[in-house]
């Protein structure tokens, strides 16, 4: 006599959040990685100040 297992609704119901907890992980992972691939490629919309670019504070008016 053989007797087919039943799944528990919870069992069930455990295994979708599992499943789409980890689609959503590995998801984000590789949004993460692809914007940090991609941020290293583009060049920054402005460029980075220097001391020259400063103003005094307390020079000619």
């Known amino acids: ?6 799944p528990d609704p919870l069992e ?3 295994s979708w959040v599992w ?3 980890t689609a959503a992980g590995l ?4 949004l993460l990685a ?4 991609s941020s290293a490629q ?5 460029p ?3 001391a020259k670019d400063v103003p005094l504070a ?3 008016v």
């Open 42 to 46: 583009l060049p920054l919309a402005q």
């Open 48 to 50: 980075t100040l220097s």
């Open 19 to 21: 499943a789409l907890g």
């Open 58 to 60: 307390d020079g000619p």
């Open 12 to 14: 069930i119901a455990l």
């Open 1 to 6: 006599m053989s007797r087919s297992h039943v």
């Open 34 to 37: 692809h914007t940090e691939h």
């Open 27 to 30: 998801a984000v992972v590789g």
